[in-house]
């Protein structure tokens, strides 16, 4: 099965959706690391 | 000592399983936007449900483990259960927040609205509420004895809230879809959907564990390190 040619219609909202959650998950794995820094400087 | 190496073990092991998470969130991405069929009906937003439903999936399990620790706790009464709770609880509202906001950027161009109050949406609003009190409770609490027992309160009437909100869309009339894979008969997706969603339910399950490993890990390092400062203030003071 190959790639699709998809419609672009509310292409917007998907994008939207799939940058907000790899924000918010790289966002927090990147305060995680700073604390895990932090407390082995400790 | 050994205590704290452990526990920067546990955090250093759950760092490795986010970025393998993260990267493999990456892959799911591929997948679901090149080789994963357009809904007919919805188009392009309906792939927002191979992040919404895996994230409310991560939210859920999230809160029912620190239901169950929590009431181990009380039972136990071992800070390392409360320890893992209080993990969970935060990994959990990091998921909720996922679920809250990938939830409406789908609602608004397949419903027509950004928000409904139906049963789904508010009971998992007033979930993520409850939790977000739980947070606050457990800042406001400087007893730490005291603050295990409030919070495993709390944390017990979440995990009772947990089947309810799963069950709401039986229960109530609601615009929010019926479970496709978690209920009693087979899934209802064409295999293509359903391998997408099934790869990318296990990367974020991946990704709890390695969030909840993190937190455990750097919290109880934190307690230690606390615990020794305030030994060594003691010590001085003498």
């Known amino acids: 099965m190959g790639v699709d040619v998809l419609p672009v219609s509310n292409a917007g909202y998907l994008i939207a959706a799939y940058v907000v959650t790899a924000v918010i998950l790289v966002g927090y794995a ?10 082995n400087r400790e | 000592m050994p205590d704290t190496v ?10 490795v399983l986010i970025a393998l998470g993260l990267v493999a969130l990456a892959g799911i991405y591929l ?22 439903v895996p994230a409310a999936w991560c939210a859920l399990l999230a809160f029912s483990l620190t239901g169950i620790a929590s009431g181990l706790y009380l039972w136990l009464r071992d800070p390392r259960l409360d320890r893992f709770a209080e993990s969970t609880a935060s990994v959990g509202l990091m998921f909720s927040i996922i679920m809250l906001t990938t939830g409406p950027l789908w609602g608004k161009p397949v419903w027509g609205t950004w928000w409904e109050w139906d049963a789904r ?4 609003l007033i979930l993520f509420f409850l939790f977000l ?11 730490p004895e005291e603050r295990a027992r409030f919070s495993a309160v709390v944390g017990i009437l ?7 909100v799963h069950l709401t869309v039986y229960l109530f009339r609601t615009v929010h879809p019926q479970p496709i894979v978690l209920k009693p008969s087979e899934p209802s997706l064409p295999w293509d959907m359903l391998r997408t969603l099934l790869a990318s339910l296990a990367v974020f399950t991946v990704l709890l564990i390695g969030f909840v490993m993190t937190r455990y890990g750097l919290g109880n390092g934190e307690d230690r390190g606390n615990r020794d400062n305030r030994e060594k203030g003691d010590g001085n003071g003498r």
């Not at chain 2, 949406?121 to 998992?124: G, P």
């Open chain 2, 158 to 164: 979440g995990l009772v809230l947990v089947p309810f």
């Open chain 1, 30 to 39: 990147v305060v995680l690391w700073r604390r895990y820094k932090r407390a």
């Open chain 2, 31 to 52: 997948l679901a936007l090149g080789f994963t069929p357009v809904e007919r009906f919805q188009g392009l937003p309906q792939k927002i449900f191979y992040v919404h």
């Open chain 2, 121 to 124: 949406l508010t009971f998992t």
């Open chain 2, 6 to 15: 452990a526990a920067r073990r546990i955090a250093s092991r759950g760092l």
């Open chain 2, 133 to 143: 009190g739980y947070r606050a409770l457990r800042t406001a609490l400087v007893d």
